[in-house]
Protein backbone atom coordinates (compact mmCIF):
# COMPACT_ATOMS: atom_id res chain seq x y z
CA UNK A 1 0.00 0.00 0.00
CA UNK A 2 1.58 3.17 -1.03
CA UNK A 3 -0.55 5.81 -2.36
CA UNK A 4 -4.12 6.81 -1.43
CA UNK A 5 -6.37 9.27 -2.35
CA UNK A 6 -9.07 11.32 -0.04
CA UNK A 7 -11.73 12.98 -1.62
CA UNK A 8 -12.66 15.57 1.27
CA UNK A 9 -16.07 17.44 1.34
CA UNK A 10 -16.69 21.03 2.56
CA UNK A 11 -19.80 22.35 4.12
CA UNK A 12 -21.85 25.16 3.03
CA UNK A 13 -19.98 27.24 5.44
CA UNK A 14 -16.70 26.26 3.68
CA UNK A 15 -15.46 23.77 6.58
CA UNK A 16 -14.05 20.48 6.33
CA UNK A 17 -16.94 17.81 6.81
CA UNK A 18 -16.61 15.29 10.29
CA UNK A 19 -16.68 12.91 7.78
CA UNK A 20 -13.65 14.04 5.30
CA UNK A 21 -12.06 14.40 9.14
CA UNK A 22 -12.44 10.64 9.67
CA UNK A 23 -11.76 9.76 6.24
CA UNK A 24 -8.57 11.05 7.00
CA UNK A 25 -8.42 8.86 9.86
CA UNK A 26 -9.42 5.28 8.00
CA UNK A 27 -6.64 6.54 5.41
CA UNK A 28 -3.99 6.88 8.17
CA UNK A 29 -4.95 3.65 10.00
CA UNK A 30 -4.27 1.46 6.70
CA UNK A 31 -0.55 2.10 6.71
CA UNK A 32 2.12 4.42 5.88
CA UNK A 33 0.74 5.75 2.58
CA UNK A 34 1.15 8.70 1.37
CA UNK A 35 -2.27 10.53 1.72
CA UNK A 36 -3.33 13.09 -0.48
CA UNK A 37 -7.27 14.78 -0.14
CA UNK A 38 -9.07 15.81 -3.58
CA UNK A 39 -10.74 19.15 -2.52
CA UNK A 40 -12.88 21.32 -4.79
CA UNK A 41 -10.94 24.17 -6.46
CA UNK A 42 -12.30 26.83 -4.26
CA UNK A 43 -11.69 24.92 -0.91
CA UNK A 44 -7.72 25.33 -1.33
CA UNK A 45 -7.66 27.61 1.19
CA UNK A 46 -9.73 25.76 4.05
CA UNK A 47 -7.81 22.46 3.06
CA UNK A 48 -4.60 24.06 3.50
CA UNK A 49 -4.16 22.83 6.91
CA UNK A 50 -5.74 19.16 6.42
CA UNK A 51 -3.77 16.70 8.08
CA UNK A 52 -2.80 14.97 4.76
CA UNK A 53 0.85 14.67 3.02
CA UNK A 54 -1.10 16.48 -0.05
CA UNK A 55 -3.87 18.36 -1.32
CA UNK A 56 -4.92 18.45 -5.17
CA UNK A 57 -7.79 21.25 -5.81
CA UNK A 58 -9.94 19.91 -8.84
CA UNK A 59 -11.88 22.69 -10.02
CA UNK A 60 -14.72 20.45 -11.32
CA UNK A 61 -15.71 19.79 -7.49
CA UNK A 62 -16.79 22.54 -7.20
CA UNK A 63 -19.86 22.19 -9.16
CA UNK A 64 -20.57 19.45 -6.93
CA UNK A 65 -23.99 20.37 -5.90
CA UNK A 66 -25.36 20.02 -9.85
CA UNK A 67 -26.71 16.73 -8.85
CA UNK A 68 -25.19 15.24 -11.89
CA UNK A 69 -21.31 14.51 -11.42
CA UNK A 70 -20.69 13.69 -14.79
CA UNK A 71 -17.86 16.36 -15.15
CA UNK A 72 -16.51 15.64 -11.28
CA UNK A 73 -16.44 11.75 -12.04
CA UNK A 74 -14.40 12.59 -15.55
CA UNK A 75 -11.73 14.35 -13.39
CA UNK A 76 -11.74 12.36 -10.62
CA UNK A 77 -11.21 9.48 -13.19
CA UNK A 78 -8.24 11.49 -15.08
CA UNK A 79 -6.60 12.63 -11.76
CA UNK A 80 -7.16 8.64 -10.92
CA UNK A 81 -5.46 7.04 -13.57
CA UNK A 82 -2.70 9.96 -13.62
CA UNK A 83 -1.74 9.39 -9.61
CA UNK A 84 -2.13 5.22 -10.03
CA UNK A 85 -3.46 5.42 -6.06
CA UNK A 86 -3.93 2.14 -4.40
CA UNK A 87 -7.15 3.22 -2.80
CA UNK A 88 -9.22 6.22 -3.15
CA UNK A 89 -11.65 7.31 -0.44
CA UNK A 90 -14.98 8.85 -0.11
CA UNK A 91 -17.20 9.65 3.12
CA UNK A 92 -20.65 7.86 2.70
CA UNK A 93 -22.32 11.28 2.22
CA UNK A 94 -24.86 11.54 -0.91
CA UNK A 95 -21.94 13.20 -3.18
CA UNK A 96 -19.32 9.94 -1.74
CA UNK A 97 -22.00 7.48 -2.52
CA UNK A 98 -22.99 8.80 -6.27
CA UNK A 99 -19.34 9.55 -7.59
CA UNK A 100 -17.58 6.76 -5.90
CA UNK A 101 -19.88 3.95 -7.91
CA UNK A 102 -19.68 6.38 -11.02
CA UNK A 103 -16.00 6.62 -10.62
CA UNK A 104 -15.58 2.72 -9.81
CA UNK A 105 -17.69 1.58 -12.94
CA UNK A 106 -15.13 4.26 -15.00
CA UNK A 107 -12.30 2.65 -13.70
CA UNK A 108 -13.80 -1.04 -13.63
CA UNK A 109 -12.71 -0.47 -10.22
CA UNK A 110 -13.79 -2.50 -7.08
CA UNK A 111 -16.29 -1.03 -4.67
CA UNK A 112 -16.49 -1.31 -1.78
CA UNK A 113 -19.38 1.14 0.10
CA UNK A 114 -20.32 1.61 3.77
CA UNK A 115 -17.24 0.46 5.51
CA UNK A 116 -16.85 0.19 8.61
CA UNK A 117 -13.19 -1.11 9.26
CA UNK A 118 -10.36 -1.21 6.91
CA UNK A 119 -7.10 -2.48 6.96
CA UNK A 120 -4.07 -2.57 4.55
CA UNK A 121 -1.62 -5.60 4.37
CA UNK A 122 0.86 -5.96 0.84
CA UNK A 123 -0.81 -4.95 -2.10
CA UNK A 124 -4.23 -5.66 -1.14
CA UNK A 125 -6.92 -3.85 1.21
CA UNK A 126 -9.78 -5.65 3.61
CA UNK A 127 -12.72 -4.00 4.73
CA UNK A 128 -15.60 -4.77 6.92
CA UNK A 129 -19.11 -3.50 5.79
CA UNK A 130 -22.78 -4.84 6.89
CA UNK A 131 -25.05 -6.43 4.67
CA UNK A 132 -28.30 -7.63 4.36
CA UNK A 133 -29.70 -4.26 5.94
CA UNK A 134 -27.16 -4.66 8.37
CA UNK A 135 -28.03 -8.16 10.26
CA UNK A 136 -24.55 -9.21 9.49
CA UNK A 137 -21.50 -8.17 8.96
CA UNK A 138 -18.83 -9.00 6.04
CA UNK A 139 -15.39 -9.16 5.10
CA UNK A 140 -14.02 -8.60 1.93
CA UNK A 141 -10.31 -8.65 0.72
CA UNK A 142 -9.87 -6.20 -2.22
CA UNK A 143 -6.71 -7.62 -4.24
CA UNK A 144 -6.96 -5.24 -7.16
CA UNK A 145 -6.05 -1.33 -7.56
CA UNK A 146 -7.32 0.99 -7.27
CA UNK A 147 -9.80 -0.05 -4.57
CA UNK A 148 -12.80 2.69 -4.06
CA UNK A 149 -13.92 2.87 -0.69
CA UNK A 150 -17.08 4.79 1.45
CA UNK A 151 -16.82 4.61 4.66
CA UNK A 152 -19.81 4.85 6.73
CA UNK A 153 -20.03 8.29 8.92
CA UNK A 154 -19.45 8.04 12.75
CA UNK A 155 -17.46 4.37 11.75
CA UNK A 156 -13.97 6.26 12.45
CA UNK A 157 -13.13 8.91 14.97
CA UNK A 158 -12.57 12.30 12.67
CA UNK A 159 -9.13 13.73 13.30
CA UNK A 160 -8.01 16.40 15.52
CA UNK A 161 -4.45 17.00 13.79
CA UNK A 162 -3.51 19.41 11.75
CA UNK A 163 -0.69 19.90 8.96
CA UNK A 164 0.60 22.00 6.32
CA UNK A 165 0.61 19.99 3.21
CA UNK A 166 1.56 20.98 -0.24
CA UNK A 167 -1.22 22.40 -2.24
CA UNK A 168 -0.92 21.69 -6.25
CA UNK A 169 -3.69 22.18 -8.69
CA UNK A 170 -5.14 19.59 -10.87
CA UNK A 171 -6.21 20.79 -14.44
CA UNK A 172 -9.78 19.37 -15.18
CA UNK A 173 -10.94 17.50 -18.22
CA UNK A 174 -12.12 18.84 -21.33
CA UNK A 175 -16.10 19.66 -21.00
CA UNK A 176 -18.05 16.38 -20.50
CA UNK A 177 -21.14 16.22 -22.75
CA UNK A 178 -23.91 16.26 -19.74
CA UNK A 179 -26.50 13.62 -20.73
CA UNK A 180 -29.01 14.65 -18.24
CA UNK A 181 -30.42 17.80 -17.24
CA UNK A 182 -31.06 19.31 -13.51
CA UNK A 183 -34.44 21.41 -14.20
CA UNK A 184 -34.40 22.69 -9.99
CA UNK A 185 -32.26 21.90 -7.17
CA UNK A 186 -33.89 22.44 -3.55
CA UNK A 187 -31.94 22.91 -0.71
CA UNK A 188 -32.43 20.45 2.51
CA UNK A 189 -33.59 22.29 5.15
CA UNK A 190 -31.65 21.28 8.11
CA UNK A 191 -31.21 22.27 11.60
CA UNK A 192 -28.36 23.60 13.25
CA UNK A 193 -26.24 20.00 13.65
CA UNK A 194 -26.71 17.92 10.37
CA UNK A 195 -28.29 14.45 11.13
CA UNK A 196 -25.05 12.36 9.98
CA UNK A 197 -22.44 14.89 12.13
CA UNK A 198 -25.30 15.03 15.88
CA UNK A 199 -24.08 13.39 18.62
CA UNK A 200 -27.35 12.99 20.05
CA UNK A 201 -30.03 12.26 17.65
CA UNK A 202 -33.90 11.59 19.04
CA UNK A 203 -35.85 9.76 16.43
CA UNK A 204 -39.67 9.30 16.32
CA UNK A 205 -41.95 6.39 14.72
CA UNK A 206 -44.97 5.73 14.16
CA UNK A 207 -45.79 5.27 17.54
CA UNK A 208 -46.28 8.62 17.90
CA UNK A 209 -49.60 8.79 16.08
CA UNK A 210 -48.77 12.14 14.03
CA UNK A 211 -46.45 15.24 13.43
CA UNK A 212 -47.22 17.12 16.19
CA UNK A 213 -45.20 14.68 19.19
CA UNK A 214 -42.21 15.89 16.96
CA UNK A 215 -42.04 19.33 18.32
CA UNK A 216 -41.18 17.53 21.40
CA UNK A 217 -38.66 15.55 20.24
CA UNK A 218 -37.20 18.68 18.47
CA UNK A 219 -37.18 20.65 22.02
CA UNK A 220 -35.44 17.33 23.09
CA UNK A 221 -32.81 17.33 20.52
CA UNK A 222 -32.27 21.27 20.87
CA UNK A 223 -31.61 20.81 24.84
CA UNK A 224 -28.62 17.99 23.97
CA UNK A 225 -27.61 20.11 20.80
CA UNK A 226 -28.57 17.17 19.13
CA UNK A 227 -31.04 16.50 15.43
CA UNK A 228 -34.33 15.13 15.06
CA UNK A 229 -33.79 11.51 13.16
CA UNK A 230 -37.41 9.38 12.42
CA UNK A 231 -38.11 6.26 10.95
CA UNK A 232 -39.59 5.98 7.59
CA UNK A 233 -43.17 4.94 8.64
CA UNK A 234 -43.53 8.36 10.28
CA UNK A 235 -41.91 9.99 7.16
CA UNK A 236 -44.06 8.07 5.14
CA UNK A 237 -47.05 9.32 6.75
CA UNK A 238 -45.99 13.14 5.93
CA UNK A 239 -45.28 13.61 9.58
CA UNK A 240 -41.80 15.07 9.03
CA UNK A 241 -39.67 15.41 6.08
CA UNK A 242 -37.96 12.64 4.17
CA UNK A 243 -34.57 14.33 5.01
CA UNK A 244 -34.79 12.75 8.38
CA UNK A 245 -35.35 9.30 7.87
CA UNK A 246 -32.81 6.91 9.22
CA UNK A 247 -32.06 3.48 8.07
CA UNK A 248 -31.59 1.34 5.03
CA UNK A 249 -33.05 4.05 2.35
CA UNK A 250 -32.55 6.92 4.74
CA UNK A 251 -29.22 8.57 6.21
CA UNK A 252 -26.87 6.31 8.43
CA UNK A 253 -25.90 8.14 11.60
CA UNK A 254 -23.28 6.94 14.29
CA UNK A 255 -24.69 9.22 17.60
CA UNK A 256 -22.69 8.84 20.66
CA UNK A 257 -26.89 8.44 21.85
CA UNK A 258 -29.90 7.71 19.59
CA UNK A 259 -33.34 7.86 21.33
CA UNK A 260 -35.78 5.92 19.35
CA UNK A 261 -39.39 7.07 20.35
CA UNK A 262 -41.99 4.27 19.82
CA UNK A 263 -39.86 3.05 16.78
CA UNK A 264 -40.39 -0.88 16.81
CA UNK A 265 -36.60 -1.66 15.82
CA UNK A 266 -37.51 -3.47 12.08
CA UNK A 267 -34.05 -4.51 10.54
CA UNK A 268 -34.08 -1.71 7.62
CA UNK A 269 -34.43 1.01 10.70
CA UNK A 270 -31.75 -0.21 12.47
CA UNK A 271 -29.14 -0.75 9.15
CA UNK A 272 -29.18 3.61 9.77
CA UNK A 273 -28.47 3.74 13.39
CA UNK A 274 -27.32 0.55 14.84
CA UNK A 275 -23.57 1.85 14.67
CA UNK A 276 -24.67 4.45 17.32
CA UNK A 277 -22.98 4.10 21.09
CA UNK A 278 -25.78 3.94 22.59
CA UNK A 279 -29.27 3.17 21.58
CA UNK A 280 -32.09 4.21 24.22
CA UNK A 281 -35.76 2.90 23.55
CA UNK A 282 -38.76 4.31 24.82
CA UNK A 283 -41.75 1.84 23.82
CA UNK A 284 -44.52 0.59 25.66
CA UNK A 285 -44.42 -2.59 23.73
CA UNK A 286 -41.66 -4.25 26.09
CA UNK A 287 -41.05 -7.03 23.36
CA UNK A 288 -40.52 -5.28 20.50
CA UNK A 289 -37.18 -5.34 18.66
CA UNK A 290 -35.77 -2.09 19.26
CA UNK A 291 -34.88 -3.70 23.15
CA UNK A 292 -33.08 -6.38 21.56
CA UNK A 293 -30.63 -3.30 20.26
CA UNK A 294 -31.08 -0.69 22.93
CA UNK A 295 -28.43 -0.85 25.79
CA UNK A 296 -31.46 1.25 28.21
CA UNK A 297 -34.56 1.03 27.33
CA UNK A 298 -38.10 2.70 29.54
CA UNK A 299 -41.54 0.58 28.33
CA UNK A 300 -44.12 2.73 28.31
CA UNK A 301 -46.15 5.37 26.63
CA UNK A 302 -43.80 8.03 25.26
CA UNK A 303 -46.60 10.60 25.92
CA UNK A 304 -45.86 9.45 29.84
CA UNK A 305 -42.43 9.25 29.28
CA UNK A 306 -41.03 11.94 27.09
CA UNK A 307 -42.20 14.68 29.10
CA UNK A 308 -40.27 14.06 32.21
CA UNK A 309 -37.60 12.75 30.57
CA UNK A 310 -37.29 16.04 28.84
CA UNK A 311 -37.40 17.86 32.31
CA UNK A 312 -34.59 15.63 33.95
CA UNK A 313 -32.09 16.50 30.82
CA UNK A 314 -33.36 20.33 31.12
CA UNK A 315 -32.73 20.21 34.95
CA UNK A 316 -29.14 18.35 34.46
CA UNK A 317 -28.09 20.52 31.42
CA UNK A 318 -29.42 24.12 33.81
C1 LIG B 1 -36.77 -2.13 1.28
C2 LIG B 1 -37.18 -1.47 2.56
C3 LIG B 1 -36.47 -0.40 3.03
C4 LIG B 1 -36.82 0.21 4.23
N1 LIG B 1 -36.08 1.27 4.68
C5 LIG B 1 -36.38 1.80 5.89
C6 LIG B 1 -35.60 2.86 6.43
O1 LIG B 1 -34.65 3.35 5.80
N2 LIG B 1 -35.93 3.34 7.65
C7 LIG B 1 -36.97 2.84 8.38
O2 LIG B 1 -37.23 3.32 9.49
N3 LIG B 1 -37.74 1.85 7.87
C8 LIG B 1 -37.48 1.33 6.65
N4 LIG B 1 -38.29 0.37 6.16
C9 LIG B 1 -39.54 0.06 6.86
C10 LIG B 1 -39.35 -0.85 8.06
O3 LIG B 1 -39.44 -2.19 7.63
C11 LIG B 1 -40.46 -0.60 9.09
O4 LIG B 1 -41.71 -0.74 8.49
C12 LIG B 1 -40.41 0.78 9.75
O5 LIG B 1 -39.10 1.04 10.23
C13 LIG B 1 -41.37 0.82 10.91
O6 LIG B 1 -41.39 2.10 11.45
P1 LIG B 1 -41.82 2.32 12.97
O7 LIG B 1 -40.91 1.55 13.85
O8 LIG B 1 -41.96 3.77 13.17
O9 LIG B 1 -43.31 1.72 12.98
P2 LIG B 1 -43.89 0.39 13.62
O10 LIG B 1 -43.14 -0.79 13.20
O11 LIG B 1 -45.35 0.43 13.36
O12 LIG B 1 -43.62 0.56 15.17
C14 LIG B 1 -44.27 1.52 15.97
C15 LIG B 1 -43.82 1.26 17.39
O13 LIG B 1 -44.37 2.26 18.22
C16 LIG B 1 -44.71 1.66 19.45
N5 LIG B 1 -45.75 2.48 20.08
C17 LIG B 1 -47.03 2.69 19.65
N6 LIG B 1 -47.65 3.57 20.46
C18 LIG B 1 -46.75 3.93 21.40
C19 LIG B 1 -46.80 4.82 22.50
N7 LIG B 1 -47.91 5.54 22.79
N8 LIG B 1 -45.68 4.97 23.27
C20 LIG B 1 -44.56 4.25 23.00
N9 LIG B 1 -44.47 3.39 21.98
C21 LIG B 1 -45.54 3.25 21.16
C22 LIG B 1 -45.19 0.29 19.09
O14 LIG B 1 -45.07 -0.61 20.20
C23 LIG B 1 -44.24 -0.08 17.96
O15 LIG B 1 -43.11 -0.78 18.43
C24 LIG B 1 -37.94 -0.27 4.96
C25 LIG B 1 -38.66 -1.36 4.48
C26 LIG B 1 -38.29 -1.96 3.30
C27 LIG B 1 -39.08 -3.15 2.82
Known amino acids: MTSILLVAEFDEQGDVTQG ?32 VDGVVTVSAIAAADNGIFEQV ?66 EFEIASSPAVLTLRAGAFEPTGDTGSPS ?46 PFSVLTDLANVLGGAVGASRAACDAGWI ?22 ISGASQHMAGCSSSRAIVAINKDGDSNIFKEARFGVVGDWEKVLPSFLATVRDLKA
Open 20 to 51: ALQAITAAKSLSDAQVTAVVAGDASGSASSLA
Open 73 to 138: TADLAALVVSSSPDVVIFSKSDFGSVVGARLAFRLDAALAADCIEISGSGGSVSVTRPVYGGSALA
Open 167 to 212: VESHDGEATVEQRALVSDTVAEAHESVRLEDADFVVSGGRGLGGPE
Open 241 to 262: DHSHQVGLTGKTVSPDVYIAVA
